[in-house]
């Protein structure tokens, strides 16, 4: 008779830290830092008249990038949809118009296509 209330408090013991380090987890899980699993693009078409904003989305920069930044995306985007490589002209037109604008080298923003 007395093993088995030693039997019944072991189990009540190993129930209840067992369901301590439960909840534990649950509070570290719920408040562990949100980190994006993919990068977001930009969703949509392009626009009639290109904007710095949507050059910017398009390049991955901010609308007031410093020069070299916009650089580096305009070479990296381009590596990804170069046409020789594959990629599309007008994807390529739109990449060239988008570092354009936003390093101000054109007035009056307008495609080809």
């Known amino acids: 008779m007395a093993s088995s209330v030693v039997v019944g408090c072991v189990t009540v013991g190993a129930a209840a830290l067992s369901s301590r380090f439960l909840i534990r987890a649950w509070e570290a899980f719920k408040n562990r ?27 991955g920069v901010r ?25 599309s002209h007008y994807l390529a037109s739109k990449i060239n118009e988008a570092k354009d604008i936003l390093m101000r080298k054109t007035k009056s923003p307008g495609s080809v296509f």
């Open 33 to 59: 830092p949100i980190v994006p699993r993919a990068r977001r693009f930009y969703p949509g078409g392009f626009e009639m008249v290109m904007t710095r904003r949507e050059a910017a989305l398009i390049l």
């Open 63 to 87: 609308e007031h990038a410093v020069n070299e930044k916009i650089k580096e995306a305009h070479r990296r985007v381009m590596v990804a949809n170069h046409p020789d490589a594959g990629g």
